[in-house]
């Protein structure tokens, strides 16, 4: 849990500040946790976007998505062609988008600096409505 937290450190996912907007709710999170086909453990820390409200917390949730037979296609190019295609992954893709709204969040029990703020999230976080929006804005 300490490495996500530094993970969310580093990527200056959010800053800690007073809640002056009556309107804006803080969101909540949680840890959620599972367990791999290697039988490790990976953790996640998440916002709990059910709570999100449209109109306030976010706007447009929409991702593009590549469909099967798009996808099928290219794989036949590929092949047809002789090409090569590679795979890749992205550790916490999800914390480099940019959030066009403001989003603000409660400290994490256990995490907090116990000083009341709360987290103004300036990147995107696991969870949110809008975060896989937000990713395919970056790459």
């Keep these: 849990m300490d ?46 976007g059910f709570t999100q ?12 998505v590549i469909s099967m037979p798009s996808l099928r296609l290219v794989l036949v190019l590929i092949l047809q062609e002789n090409l090569h295609s590679y795979v890749t992954g992205v550790e916490t893709a999800f914390l480099n988008g940019d959030l066009g709204e403001v989003v603000y969040m409660s400290q994490l029990q256990g995490y907090g600096d116990g000083t009341g703020k709360v987290c103004k999230l300036n990147k995107s976080l696991y969870g949110l409505k809008q975060a896989p929006r937000q990713r395919c804005h970056i790459y």
Excluded at 3 to 18: A, Q, Y
Excluded at 53 to 64: A, L, M, Q, R
């Design 3 to 48: 490495e996500e937290m530094l993970s969310m450190e580093k990527n200056e996912v959010w800053d800690l500040v007073e809640l002056h907007e009556k309107e804006k709710q803080p969101i909540t999170c949680k840890w959620f946790f599972k367990r791999k086909r290697d039988g490790k453990y990976k953790v996640r820390l998440v916002a709990r």
């Design 53 to 64: 409200k449209e109109g306030v917390d976010y706007t447009t949730t929409f991702s593009p």
